[in-house]
């Protein structure tokens, strides 16, 4: 088997990945109740679909100064992601934005039954 073959069909299944758990954060974003619970969605899926689709680009790139660029870009990106939703969540919190709880949701849904 040709080792290009191979490599280009790990780095597809590495770029198609990454867009998956981009679309999964995309929808996250839609369905959640509530803005934490909808930057918790963005921010997971959004760190692991940057590292899957870079970690495609490095593969396919080879080794070399570009793939030296992107490691350090996912570098920055792996750090300051998490920090800065983190950031977010405290201001919100800060501005007095309640989470919304399981209780609460349950609580709408009986309301909304009778």
């Keep these: 088997m040709d080792w290009t073959l191979v490599r280009d069909l790990v780095t597809w299944a590495l770029l ?4 998956f758990f981009f679309v ?3 929808v996250g974003m839609v369905r959640m109740p509530d803005l934490f619970t909808r930057m ?14 870079l970690a495609g680009m490095m ?8 793939t030296a660029k992107l490691f350090i870009l996912g570098a920055l990106f792996f750090f300051a992601s998490p920090v800065s ?5 405290q201001a919100a919190l800060h501005m007095g934005v309640k ?3 399981a209780k ?6 009986a309301a909304a039954g009778e």
Excluded at 16 to 19: I, Q, T, W
Excluded at 104 to 109: G, N
């Design 24 to 26: 999964v954060g995309a």
């Design 85 to 89: 939703t983190h950031a977010l969540a």
């Design 99 to 101: 989470p919304k709880l």
């Design 59 to 66: 593969l396919e790139a080879g080794i070399g100064q570009i």
């Design 16 to 19: 198609l990945s990454g867009s």
């Design 40 to 53: 918790h969605a963005a921010s997971v899926t959004e760190t692991l679909g940057v590292g899957l689709l």
């Design 104 to 109: 609460d949701l349950a609580a709408r849904d």
